[in-house]
């Protein structure tokens, strides 16, 4: 298998479950299963590298099988919030938003704003899960690659406990209340910071290997996506609006990096 042969295979791939999702979606008119697919389109990418590489490496079984681990955990798990809350509103504005300035109908601004935007993302961020197996020279994990599974591990534990204390804290606590006990009181996104220390594990891993070290962009992305685009931003943007009291656990806590809260040493 070529690198381009399977580049382009992957891609075909995680487009087609796309357009598989978007069909579905408009006997529903709501797009949040986008949610879910975003990281079980990884693991079905990671999956079709395994088998179209052959399998069998050690850095393939790695970023395979911590692939899976992570996307599976986490795509269940917005599958059920999905299932549990409904429509995430944030999808429903930004269609709404759409339709009403542009004149499209659900289909097209669903297609073109939130399925087809999914594919070429998902393919830059796990860049690494399909670069990393494209061995030509199997060999053992070195400490970059054993420091790549440990980092990847931690993710996906940091990021586990905090979707938990997450899930507890709506069902508990009042619409307007802020978490800020638990790894919530140390950065406001928790769950991002273990997403992204995921991705940079990934990548050590596939750094030891001749493909794999030209796949950054993949963590470059998502971090930049986390931090500066759909991730803290846009929902910020939400929260402060609905909870007064998210301004100050803004000024006091952190934003990504975990760290003690301001004026604690």
């Not at 479950?17 to 978007?22: N, R, S």
């Not at 406001?188 to 991705?199: K, L």
């Not at 909870?243 to 806590?253: F, K, L, M």
Request: net charge positive.
């Amino acid at each position: 298998m070529t690198v381009t042969g399977l580049l382009l295979t992957n891609l075909a791939l995680l487009l087609l479950c796309a357009l598989v999702l978007w069909a579905y979606s408009l006997g529903r008119r709501d797009v949040t299963i986008i949610d879910s697919y975003w990281p079980l389109g990884m693991v079905l990418a990671a999956l079709a590298s395994d088998f179209l590489t052959g399998g069998g490496t050690p850095h393939r079984w790695a970023l395979t099988a911590l692939t899976a681990l992570w996307g599976l955990r986490l795509g269940i798990h917005l599958f059920r919030r999905w299932r549990h809350h409904g429509a995430d509103r944030r999808y429903r504005a930004l269609l709404d938003g759409a339709m009403a300035k542009r004149g499209w109908g659900f289909a097209k601004a669903s297609l073109l704003l939130v399925f087809l935007l999914q594919p070429p993302l998902q393919f830059i961020v796990c860049l690494p899960v399909q670069l990393g197996q494209l061995d030509p020279q199997p060999a053992a994990l070195g400490l970059v690659g054993w420091a790549g599974v440990a980092l990847a591990l931690l993710g996906i534990l940091f990021e586990s406990i905090a979707d938990g204390q997450l899930a507890r804290f709506r069902r508990q606590a009042a619409p307007d209340a802020v978490l800020d006990t638990g790894l919530w009181r140390y950065t406001r996104h928790p769950n991002y910071f273990g997403d992204a220390c995921v991705w940079w594990g990934l990548y050590l891993i596939a750094a030891e290997t001749p493909y794999g070290v030209w796949s950054l962009p993949g963590p470059l992305l998502l971090t930049w996506t986390l931090m500066r685009w759909s991730g803290v931003p846009m929902l910020e943007r939400g929260l402060k609006a609905r909870r007064p009291a998210y301004e100050d656990y803004v000024r006091r806590t952190s934003g990504f990096v975990p760290w003690p809260p301001l004026g604690e040493s």
